[in-house]
């Protein structure tokens, strides 16, 4: 087989080594020839790539392995001249056309590629993973981290001789309307995070750009009113929270990326992947918490200050809702998430949001503006600090709060939502309006509100 005589061949005799069962393997890792340190490796006839793959029907770099250092996740990319690279397996997720040639591989998915021919099937290698999952993404990890230190003897992936299989269909041509064209998020769940009234959370992976995210699926329970108007109250919240996640950029907000699908079958909500929320950080007792509330609170007057601008209001900062990710540095970056009960300002009439967070105007039902997103983050810095043991105490509503001594804060614990700090003047208060949205020459000072 070509397989085999890839593995036979003089050029990579320093790449095989032996499996348990006497079967011979190509090591996969790290350096990759080219120098780059994203690439495990390089296969194809040129003499510089890291797999020589003899054969005129073969590219000089016909394919390779790329990593996210980041993440750990590798893909495979097809690089050939004439789309002669592929992937099979249990299950595979190929290819697909309007789409760039790569695709993730792992330890269930597309572990089988091939080369050569119409069929892509001249050659055909097995990916067989070690170590176990976990370790391998901070091998790769750790890996990126060193900043181009060469790890010489690394071995994150093998490839092996594949036994005979189905061959795979017959590669044709396809016509594509207009509407056909329009792609459709491909993506592999890894994990569960969490679980609501109205769908779960799950961690995944976009099988297309190697990116991890996080999915909100939406669908309708079994228990679900079957009144019209409660239908579409529901379908008016849910779209109303894509449009709005869909028009805001923000380092302090999160990501979104797409959606799909609808309420009845399963409204998927494609968002970026964070470690974990604030409320999480703080219950695991492992972080300093003035550092953290003052990173939280810097972080969430930026995010608010954003939305201010754009009339809309949160309506349900707190804790579980304010997601974090460290950068290289070490340095948390937070991030305000789940926009499912937020609004447009002028549009805000209803009550919304978790009472121990909850603004006095909103939970006695009065009229709404952006001031009560100040007063669910003075709640949540005060919950961050365990301020009057407020994280576990009995505090049912926001006049529980009221009289809540935080100094530094106080302007935003206002009872009076005409009287309350917004947030461009506590970031010009505080931090000499470094992230400000609204022009610093709009901010009104504080006496003003007085």
Same mark, same amino acid.
């Given at each position: 087989m070509r397989a085999a005589q890839v593995l036979s061949h003089p050029e990579n005799k320093h790449l095989i080594s032996t499996r348990d069962d006497g079967k011979s393997a190509i090591d996969i890792g790290f350096p990759s020839r080219g120098g780059s340190p994203t690439t495990l490796a390089t296969l194809g006839r040129d003499p510089n790539a890291d797999i020589f793959v003899e054969g005129s029907d073969i590219s000089r770099i016909q394919c390779s392995f790329e990593v996210d250092l980041d993440t750990g996740i590798v893909m495979f990319y097809d690089r050939s001249n004439g789309c002669?690279?592929?992937?099979?397996?249990?299950k595979v997720v190929p290819f697909e056309f309007g789409r760039a040639r790569r695709v993730v591989v792992d330890d269930e998915l597309n572990n089988i590629i091939g080369m050569g021919g119409e069929r892509c099937d001249l050659i055909l290698f097995e990916i067989k993973w070690r170590p176990d999952p976990s370790?391998?993404?901070?091998?790769?990890?750790?890996?990126?981290a060193e900043c181009g230190t060469r790890i010489e003897h690394a071995r994150t992936a093998r490839t092996e001789d594949a036994a005979p299989t189905?061959?795979?269909?017959?590669?044709?041509i396809r016509l594509h309307t207009p509407r056909s064209l329009a792609l459709k998020m491909r993506y592999v769940n890894k994990e569960r995070l969490g679980q609501g009234s109205f769908g779960e959370v799950h961690k995944a992976i976009d099988i297309d750009s190697g990116k991890l995210m996080a999915v909100k699926v939406l669908k309708r329970p079994p228990t679900f009113p079957e009144q019209e108007n409660w239908?579409?109250?529901?379908i008016l919240g849910v779209n109303r929270e894509i449009k709005i996640l869909s028009s805001v950029t923000h380092k302090n907000i999160v990501n979104y990326i797409t959606s799909q699908g609808d309420f009845d079958s399963g409204l998927k909500i494609f968002m970026g992947l964070k470690e974990?929320?604030?409320?999480?950080?703080?219950?695991?007792?492992? /972080? %300093?918490?003035?550092?953290? /509330? %003052?990173?939280a609170l810097w972080h969430m007057l930026q995010a608010l200050d954003y939305i201010r601008s754009m009339d809309i209001i949160h309506r349900d900062v707190k804790p579980a809702n304010i997601l974090y990710i460290t950068d290289r540095s070490g340095q948390w970056q937070f991030q305000l998430g789940d926009f499912g009960c937020s609004d447009y300002a002028p549009q805000a009439t209803t009550i919304s949001g978790t009472p121990k967070f909850m603004a006095p105007e909103v939970f006695h039902g009065r009229p709404q503006s952006c001031k009560?997103?100040?007063?669910?983050?003075?709640?949540?810095?005060?919950?961050?600090?365990?301020?009057n043991g407020f994280r576990y105490g009995c505090f049912q509503t926001p006049d529980d709060l009221l009289g809540t001594h935080v100094p530094r804060i106080e302007p935003m614990a206002v009872g009076d939502p005409d009287r309350r700090a917004c947030a461009a003047q506590m970031l010009v208060k505080l931090y000499n309006g470094k992230g400000l949205t609204t022009p610093r020459e709009k901010v009104p000072p504080l006496s003003s509100l007085v």
């Amino acid at each position: 087989m070509r397989a085999a005589q890839v593995l036979s061949h003089p050029e990579n005799k320093h790449l095989i080594s032996t499996r348990d069962d006497g079967k011979s393997a190509i090591d996969i890792g790290f350096p990759s020839r080219g120098g780059s340190p994203t690439t495990l490796a390089t296969l194809g006839r040129d003499p510089n790539a890291d797999i020589f793959v003899e054969g005129s029907d073969i590219s000089r770099i016909q394919c390779s392995f790329e990593v996210d250092l980041d993440t750990g996740i590798v893909m495979f990319y097809d690089r050939s001249n004439g789309c002669t690279s592929h992937v099979f397996g249990t299950k595979v997720v190929p290819f697909e056309f309007g789409r760039a040639r790569r695709v993730v591989v792992d330890d269930e998915l597309n572990n089988i590629i091939g080369m050569g021919g119409e069929r892509c099937d001249l050659i055909l290698f097995e990916i067989k993973w070690r170590p176990d999952p976990s370790g391998r993404a901070n091998t790769i990890k750790q890996y990126g981290a060193e900043c181009g230190t060469r790890i010489e003897h690394a071995r994150t992936a093998r490839t092996e001789d594949a036994a005979p299989t189905e061959p795979p269909p017959h590669r044709g041509i396809r016509l594509h309307t207009p509407r056909s064209l329009a792609l459709k998020m491909r993506y592999v769940n890894k994990e569960r995070l969490g679980q609501g009234s109205f769908g779960e959370v799950h961690k995944a992976i976009d099988i297309d750009s190697g990116k991890l995210m996080a999915v909100k699926v939406l669908k309708r329970p079994p228990t679900f009113p079957e009144q019209e108007n409660w239908r579409e109250a529901v379908i008016l919240g849910v779209n109303r929270e894509i449009k709005i996640l869909s028009s805001v950029t923000h380092k302090n907000i999160v990501n979104y990326i797409t959606s799909q699908g609808d309420f009845d079958s399963g409204l998927k909500i494609f968002m970026g992947l964070k470690e974990g929320t604030l409320e999480s950080l703080i219950v695991k007792g492992r /972080a %300093d918490m003035m550092k953290v /509330a %003052d990173g939280a609170l810097w972080h969430m007057l930026q995010a608010l200050d954003y939305i201010r601008s754009m009339d809309i209001i949160h309506r349900d900062v707190k804790p579980a809702n304010i997601l974090y990710i460290t950068d290289r540095s070490g340095q948390w970056q937070f991030q305000l998430g789940d926009f499912g009960c937020s609004d447009y300002a002028p549009q805000a009439t209803t009550i919304s949001g978790t009472p121990k967070f909850m603004a006095p105007e909103v939970f006695h039902g009065r009229p709404q503006s952006c001031k009560p997103d100040i007063w669910s983050l003075f709640a949540t810095i005060v919950w961050t600090l365990d301020v009057n043991g407020f994280r576990y105490g009995c505090f049912q509503t926001p006049d529980d709060l009221l009289g809540t001594h935080v100094p530094r804060i106080e302007p935003m614990a206002v009872g009076d939502p005409d009287r309350r700090a917004c947030a461009a003047q506590m970031l010009v208060k505080l931090y000499n309006g470094k992230g400000l949205t609204t022009p610093r020459e709009k901010v009104p000072p504080l006496s003003s509100l007085v």
